[in-house]
């Protein structure tokens, strides 16, 4: 059976049978735990699963297995186990009361084989695999770390997490991951957590140096809203590497790039076609976000393992009439700008800017890019192997655009973005790059 927007969907039943909290397996420092002005930034919930399947192993022993290790492993990632609160300045701030994270056990009443590509599910589907505290009013009230372990019949589990973005970014939410699998496997770290995130506090006084357009509020003076109306369908378009190396081909054609990246191209060609298919007005500014990791950008760089948000956005606003009727290697040029002005001056800026403002980035007639690709969290082991498959349960907005890892080399992009149906018709023919 499928759903609405095409997406396979089955009358899956998950009864979540016991929830615990797990505290740190010894006494870990307790007081107030600093977040910097880029924690600040991204206060969302991400939620992801995992699943895993061995041949060898059951999955009698995998609560305890997992839980065992998750209790050890926040000793080192304590701040993960307290709780975010409101501090004097009015930022969010962690109080390390050492509750600890919420942990799930719960049961599927099919086989794991019964699900077949898991990539391709509904979030309908996925969101079974992860629980929603249900006294939470808001934020504040969500634990920074919630976890649900999901045994099938026969064999195979699911791992969901929920996590609040505020505490790591895509590397550090893997290097976290990555440890607990280890600690699972009886193993040191191999990368342990660099907790002090005041090596990012804004300046003072502060010094704003650049413009941000990551924050610029765009007036939406084109039909986007209305279209929006519609019937919302979600699709991915997977890119392998031959199709990847299309698509830089044609960004090069012209002659005025001499070079880019897979992500420079496939980010341009992106927001160009998404940019057509939304039929923005001509003089519709038209801006893209992407995160740019900034540990090695910094000046010094950050420690390795630094346990936070080293990311800052890039940005580019351009009016939608030329990025449209301009050739593929107009946009990806403007992405590769984008990228070459994250230095160690901007991020300092950047942070001084929202100390300053408190401003946050605006999604108006905004691409949002979330880049999972270069992220191998498909190389987590609890000791039942590398998951089978790992992802984002769902698009956190409609103006968000996901580049996942596919294939069995890891190689291949799968694009996921959901958009009106007429808008989806038009961005799929300018997917078509043969």
């Known amino acids: 059976m499928k759903n609405l927007n095409g997406?396979?969907?089955?009358?899956?039943?998950?009864?979540?049978?016991?929830?615990?909290?797990?505290?740190?397996?010894?006494?870990?420092?307790?007081?107030?735990?600093?977040?910097?002005?880029?924690?600040?930034?991204?206060?969302?919930?991400?939620?992801?699963?995992?699943?895993?399947?061995?041949?060898?192993?059951?999955?009698?022993?995998?609560?305890?297995?997992?839980?065992?290790?998750?209790?050890?492993?926040?000793?080192?990632?304590?701040?993960?186990?307290?709780?975010?609160?409101?501090?004097?300045?009015?930022?969010?701030?962690?109080?390390?009361?050492?509750?600890?994270?919420?942990?799930?056990?719960?049961?599927?009443?099919?086989g794991m084989d019964e699900m077949g590509d898991a990539t391709e599910h509904d979030p309908v589907t996925l969101e079974s695999f992860v629980y929603d505290v249900p006294s939470a009013k808001n934020l504040l009230e969500v634990p920074p770390l919630v976890v649900q372990v999901t045994r099938f019949k026969y064999g195979g589990f699911v791992l969901g997490l929920c996590m609040n973005h505020c505490m790591f970014d895509g590397i550090g939410a893997m290097e976290f991951v990555n440890s607990w699998g280890e600690t699972a496997r009886g193993l040191s770290l191999t990368i342990p957590p660099f907790l002090d995130r005041s090596i990012l506090k804004a300046r003072s006084p502060p010094k704003i140096d650049f413009k941000h357009h990551e924050f610029a509020q765009i007036e939406d003076i084109s039909p986007s809203n209305l279209l929006y109306k519609e019937e919302v369908q979600h699709k991915s378009f997977c890119f392998d590497r031959k199709g990847l190396e299309q698509i830089k081909m044609k960004a090069r054609e012209d002659g005025t790039l001499r070079n880019c990246t897979t992500f420079e191209a496939l980010a341009g060609f992106v927001w160009r076609a998404r940019t057509k298919a939304l039929n923005f007005k001509h003089d519709q500014p038209s801006k893209l976000l992407f995160a740019v990791d900034g540990r090695a950008k910094l000046d010094p760089p950050l420690p390795k393992g630094y346990f936070g948000n080293g990311i800052v956005l890039a940005s580019s606003i351009c009016p939608a009439g030329e990025l449209v009727d301009s050739p593929v290697s107009f946009a990806v040029r403007l992405v590769h700008e984008a990228i070459t002005s994250v230095t160690s001056d901007y991020i300092r800026s950047a942070i001084d800017y929202f100390e300053v403002t408190r401003a946050r980035p605006s999604l108006s007639s905004t691409l949002l890019i979330t880049t999972w690709s270069r992220l191998s969290f498909h190389t987590t082991d609890f000791g039942w192997g590398e998951p089978t498959m790992s992802g984002p349960v769902a698009l956190p907005e409609k103006e968000v655009i996901l580049f996942l890892s596919c294939g069995k080399d890891q190689k291949s992009i799968n694009v996921l973005l959901g958009l009106p149906a007429s808008s989806m018709k038009t961005f799929a023919d300018l997917m078509n790059i043969s």
């Open 7 to 110: 997406l396979p969907t089955i009358d899956l039943k998950v009864n979540q049978r016991i929830v615990t909290l797990v505290p740190p397996a010894e006494e870990t420092a307790n007081g107030l735990h600093f977040l910097s002005n880029l924690d600040q930034n991204i206060a969302v919930v991400v939620r992801t699963v995992y699943f895993f399947k061995s041949d060898d192993k059951g999955n009698e022993r995998v609560y305890e297995v997992l839980r065992d290790a998750l209790a050890k492993v926040l000793v080192y990632y304590y701040p993960l186990a307290g709780r975010l609160t409101i501090s004097s300045e009015g930022k969010l701030i962690v109080d390390c009361t050492g509750e600890g994270a919420v942990f799930v056990e719960a049961e599927a009443e099919c």
